[in-house]
T-cell receptor
Framework: KNQVEQSPQSLIILEGKNCTLQCNYTVSPFSNLRWYKQDTGRGPVSLTIMTFSENTKSNGRYTATLDADTKQSSLHITASQLSDSASYICVVRSGSQGNLIFGKGTKLSVKP | DTGVSQDPRHKITKRGQNVTFRCDPISEHNRLYWYRQTLGQGPEFLTYFQNEAQLEKSRLLSDRFSAERPKGSFSTLEIQRTEQGDSAMYLC?????????????FGEGSRLTVL
């Protein structure tokens, strides 16, 4: 069964600290993996999209990694800011035009 | 604004009433998706269109739900005889199947509260 699991479910960190969010998937065939940021009450916004051949991709203070062998991805946030408080959703596409499998998200709270 | 727009952003209705949501995708995108999201959960797929054709419907889309995209541009999602369990955020997203990675661009969502 195609599944995307994220951990932790929620995370509280202090402003300025780094954090890493995890995404494990059992999706086959794999096409690409995306990380989205979703502010409370808003629609998700894309952070990165990674294909099979990509190991690391950065977008400002966000760095995503992908290990296609172990079917794991991580999203590292550097020097967190209050505005990073949001849910971060991992999404895996199955096949070139296939279904998108959504994780339940990690809710990140950055405290001053 | 050239992003995905949804209307209304918020809707409060009484149980048993019908509601309709509208989504205007990015103009050159030929795929349009509807998702439902409840608190603390990721979006759940409801249905998607390629141009005006509805290509897939989730089992979540009961017979009270109907979606249309009559001219391959904007789409509507109607819920008839609403139930309290229909309370959720309804998200619309669009993408292009021509080139690129098929990345989804989401709207801000329409939040439904059924009293």
């Amino acid at each position: 069964k195609n599944q995307v699991e994220q951990s932790p479910q929620s995370l509280i960190i202090l402003e300025g600290k780094n954090c890493t969010l995890q995404c494990n998937y059992t999706v086959s065939p794999f096409s690409n993996l995306r990380w989205y940021k979703q502010d409370t009450g808003r629609g998700p916004v894309s952070l990165t999209i990674m294909t099979f051949s990509e190991n690391t991709k950065s977008n400002g203070r966000y760095t995503a990694t992908l290990d296609a062998d172990t079917k794991q991805s991580s999203l590292h946030i550097t020097a967190s800011q209050l505005s990073d408080s949001a849910s971060y959703i991992c999404v895996v596409r199955s096949g070139s035009q296939g279904n998108l499998i959504f994780g339940k998200g990690t809710k990140l709270s950055v405290k001053p | 604004d050239t992003g995905v727009s949804q209307d209304p952003r918020h809707k409060i209705t009484k149980r048993g009433q019908n509601v309709t949501f509208r989504c205007d995708p990015i103009s050159e995108h030929n795929r349009l998706y509807w998702y439902r999201q409840t608190l603390g959960q990721g979006p759940e797929f409801l249905t998607y269109f390629q141009n005006e054709a509805q290509l897939e419907k989730s089992r979540l889309l009961s017979d009270r739900f109907s979606a249309e995209r009559p001219k391959g541009s904007f789409s509507t999602l109607e819920i008839q005889r609403t139930e309290q369990g229909d309370s959720a955020m309804y998200l619309c997203a669009s993408s292009s199947v021509v080139g690129g990675t098929g990345e989804l661009f989401f709207g801000e969502g329409s939040r439904l509260t059924v009293l």
